[in-house]
Structure formats: structure tokens, C-alpha cells
């Protein structure tokens, strides 16, 4: 009995070991898990911190993006200020306005808001490059030099990253790259070696547009202008020396059923030509531009339709015998002469005409507007007869005889008017005749009354007032800015 005893207390003695050996374990078991999970915090606290860091770097660089824009605003602000004002004189010089912008040609754009729209239109479009260069500008004196912001966190930001203008809504967007760092000290042996935990932060800054002009506030300029009377083509309605479509076959015509617009003729004009323009009742606008005619101008029969020939077209000194109901505006110095049949009801409107031979006129209207600088005028023994008009612009000629238009009349005088012929006069500095009178001879110094008088459709007012638009400057921009951070790891 007593060995039996003793025998069980060994037993209970390997248990007790074996009971303190597994709890040991399992102690330390819980200590290293412990220990493991301090560090993981450890480690997301030191990231957290990363990521505060680049935050209050997304906050710094946002502020100098901001006062870049508003820099830039500033500086392309000025610069529109600058070309309203340069727009501004040239609308003040209407109608001899200067010519600003390629885009915007006077003959492309001939009505002058449609000018005045073009040119805003083109300014908007280099100011806005001139601002997406400037802001590329501005952004380069940003500071992206690491900046510590305690002994243990710091930020730095690569390079922006500018992108083009979205044509659909004019948003500028700029983005951002910023490191936040977190540097901390790792134990190893005796030696301390730093370590470092770094977190990016990717952002996009959203501008509004940049626009300079407000199209819905308006200013308006009143423009008080006159114009010299030398341009053939400010002589009828529609008539511009300018590219036209090639007119129609004869044939063709008949069949044209809406209203003809004006044309070039390729070829010899022929009277059968200008008849079948005049039975298809072609429109009031309608022209035709001719660059050759048949028989020195003889034996044709215009209708009445609109020509229009430029200097060079005419060089053979026609006779125009036999030419009836000829409307021609010839842009440059036409000699006529042998005129043998002088009531052939003719209108022509020219830079310069000279008759020779001793040449009296009935039924005819002739309006000499000159040229700048002026031109010569003789006319070598001109009468103006029954019904017939002889018009001068006399700041457009330089008279020869100096004495021509004093001498009228007289004994071996070069010019002569008979009958019911009239002669008129225009000048904005010789003696005035307010209104048309039953003398033969009658000045002018209001050139629309002058241009009326001689039977001249005019396209434009030779002076007058208008009042034109122009938009004015968004001097203060208000916006808001979107951001959006990517805080993927």
C-alpha cells in the first residue's frame, strides 16, 4: 500500500510541470500576438500621419493654384482692356476702319456689328490661349520643394500637370501629385536607422471658365463719319468687287425660279444675253460683271441691267454709237469718243470718263466720282444737252483747265451746258447750293443730296451718325473651385 502511494505522487509531479510548460507557452503565444498587433497600429498611425501630411500639401498647393488663376485673370485682363480699347478706336474710325484681325475682313464681314462680333469672337479665343500660357507660367514660380511641416512629417508636389481647355464647357483642369512623408527611427542593435513611410495623394482642380467679355452687357459707341465718294462700288445696292459664280447659259435662264444673284459673264457680251436677264425679271440686287465686250461697245441694247467692269476691261476708246439703255459702273477711266447718236438714255458711273471729238450729250447721265489721289479731267469740248446730267466729284479730279469749272459757257470754253442739261457739282469745301435750282450749273456739299440728285443708288450713308455695340469687360471673375482627391492606397 505505502509503494502504491508513492508511485502516484511522481505522477502528480509530471503533470504540474507539464501544466506550467503549456501555460508558459500559451503566455507567450498572447504576448507575441500582442506585440505583433501594437506594431500594425504602429503602423497605420505612422500612415495616417503620411497622409495628413500630403493632405495639408493638397491644402498649400490648392491655395497657390488659386492665386495663380487669379494672378493670370489679372494679367489677361489687361490685355483685353487693351484690345477693346484698340477696337474701340477702330469702330470710332468707321467707315475707313482698319482691318484687326485676318478672320475679320471688311469684305467678308460688311456690316459693322457683323465686324465688330467677329473681332470680340477672335479676341475671346487668343486671350483664352494667352491665359492657359500665362497660368503655366504662374504655377512655375510655385514652390515644390520638399516643405517639412514638424521634425517627422513633410510634403512635396511633382510637377503640375495643366490640361488643354474642354471645348465642351471652357473647364480648366490642373492636376496635382503630392507626398506626404512620415519619418520614424527603427532599433536596430546599438544603431538607430531612419525609416521613412511615404502616401500619394493624386488631385484634380477644376476651374471655370475664363471669359473677358460679357456679350449680355452692352455699351454702345456713336460714331459720327463721312466718307469720300470715289468707290464705284458703293454705287448700287449689292455691288462689291468681289469673287462671283459664273452667270448661267442663255439657255439655262428661263429655268432660274428664284431670284438670280449677281454673276461673272466668261466670254464677249452679247445683247441677247442681257435681253433674256431682263425677261427673267431678275431681282433689284442683281449685277453682272463683264470682262469683254464685242464692236467697241456699238450697236448694243443693255435693258437696263446693271453692269460692272473694272479698269483694264474698256481700253479700246469705244464709240458707244448705237448703245442704248447701257448701265455700267466701271471701275476706272473710260475714253469714249464719236459718240454720233446722243440720246441713247445711258447711265454710267466711272472713276474718270472722257469724251472727245467735240461731243454733245442728250439723255444721258454721267456721274465722274475721281479717285484718291485725284485724277486728271479734260473733257475737250463736252456739251451737256437736253436731258442729260453730267455729275463731278470735284475732290476726286483735278480739272484741266485749273479754270474749267469757272469758265462754263463762255467764249472757247471746254465745257458747255444747253437746253435742259444740268451739271453738278460736289465739294465739301467749294460754294454750296443747298438744293437743286433752275440754274444749269449747281454745287453741292452734302453728298448724299449729290448722289440722290444725279440718280445714284448707294449702297451705305456717305455720312451720317450710328450707334454701334460692343460688349463690356468682366473685370472681377467669381468662381468656385471643384477638387476631387484620389485617396487610393
Request: with cysteine.
Amino acid at each position: 500500500m505505502m509503494g502504491k502511494l508513492k508511485e502516484e505522487r511522481g505522477y502528480t509531479l509530471v503533470i504540474a510541470l507539464l501544466m506550467i510548460v503549456l501555460f508558459l507557452s500559451m503566455s507567450a503565444v498572447f504576448i507575441q500576438a500582442s506585440l505583433s498587433h501594437a506594431k500594425q497600429e504602429q503602423t497605420v498611425d505612422q500612415g495616417n500621419l503620411a497622409v495628413t501630411a500630403a493632405e495639408m500639401g493638397v491644402e498649400k498647393y490648392t491655395k497657390e493654384a488659386e492665386k495663380a488663376f487669379a494672378n493670370t485673370y489679372t494679367l489677361i485682363n489687361a490685355e483685353a482692356q487693351k484690345k477693346k480699347a484698340l477696337l474701340e478706336v477702330q469702330v470710332k474710325n468707321y467707315p475707313a476702319h482698319a482691318q484687326l484681325n485676318p478672320n475679320c475682313t471688311k469684305a467678308k464681314y460688311p456690316v459693322m456689328q457683323e465686324w465688330i462680333n467677329c473681332n470680340i469672337a477672335e479676341y475671346d479665343k487668343e486671350l483664352r490661349a494667352q491665359f492657359l500660357s500665362e497660368m503655366k507660367n504662374q504655377l512655375a514660380l510655385s514652390n515644390m520643394t520638399e516643405e517639412k511641416v514638424s521634425d517627422t512629417l513633410s510634403h512635396i508636389m511633382s510637377s503640375p500637370s495643366l490640361q488643354p481647355v474642354l471645348a465642351a464647357n471652357n473647364i480648366i483642369e490642373l492636376d496635382l501629385e503630392v507626398q506626404g512623408k512620415k519619418k520614424e527611427v527603427s532599433q536596430v542593435s546599438s544603431a538607430t536607422t531612419p525609416v521613412e513611410k511615404v502616401k500619394s495623394l493624386s488631385t484634380k482642380l477644376k476651374f471655370p471658365e475664363v471669359p473677358f467679355f460679357d456679350t449680355s452687357a452692352l455699351s454702345e459707341v456713336e460714331v459720327k463719319w463721312e466718307q469720300p465718294i470715289t468707290d464705284v462700288t458703293n454705287f448700287f445696292p449689292q455691288l462689291l468687287d468681289k469673287p462671283l459664280g459664273t452667270c448661267p447659259d442663255i439657255k439655262d435662264i428661263k429655268d432660274i425660279k428664284i431670284d438670280m444673284p449677281p454673276c461673272e459673264y466668261i466670254g464677249t457680251l452679247s445683247t441677247a444675253y442681257l435681253k433674256a436677264l431682263k425677261d427673267a425679271k431678275v431681282g433689284s440686287s442683281f449685277f453682272i460683271k463683264v470682262n469683254k465686250y464685242s464692236d467697241q461697245l456699238n450697236n448694243i441694247d443693255a435693258h437696263g441691267i446693271p453692269i460692272f467692269s473694272v479698269d483694264g476691261t474698256i481700253t479700246s476708246m469705244p464709240n458707244i454709237n448705237q448703245t442704248d439703255y447701257f448701265t455700267l459702273y466701271y471701275k476706272g477711266t473710260l475714253d469714249l469718243k464719236n459718240t454720233n447718236k446722243h440720246t441713247n438714255k445711258n447711265f454710267i458711273v466711272a472713276e474718270m470718263v472722257n469724251f472727245h471729238n467735240n461731243q454733245k450729250l442728250e439723255e444721258n447721265t454721267i456721274i465722274i466720282i475721281g479717285k484718291t489721289p485725284v485724277i486728271e479731267y479734260k473733257p475737250e469740248k463736252l456739251t451737256i444737252d437736253n436731258g442729260s446730267k453730267l455729275c463731278v466729284n470735284l475732290d476726286g479730279i483735278r480739272p484741266n483747265p485749273t479754270n474749267l469749272f469757272t469758265t462754263i459757257g463762255q467764249k472757247d470754253a471746254e465745257l458747255d451746258v444747253q437746253g435742259t442739261g444740268k451739271i453738278y457739282l460736289f465739294s465739301k469745301t467749294a460754294t454750296p447750293t443747298v438744293n437743286p435750282t433752275l440754274e444749269k450749273v449747281v454745287y453741292f456739299n452734302d453728298a448724299t443730296k449729290f448722289l440722290e440728285t444725279c440718280g445714284v443708288s448707294i449702297n451705305y450713308n456717305v455720312e451720317g451718325k450710328e450707334k454701334f455695340s460692343l460688349p463690356l469687360l468682366i473685370s472681377d471673375l467669381n468662381w468656385d473651385l471643384e477638387m476631387d482627391v484620389d485617396y487610393q492606397p
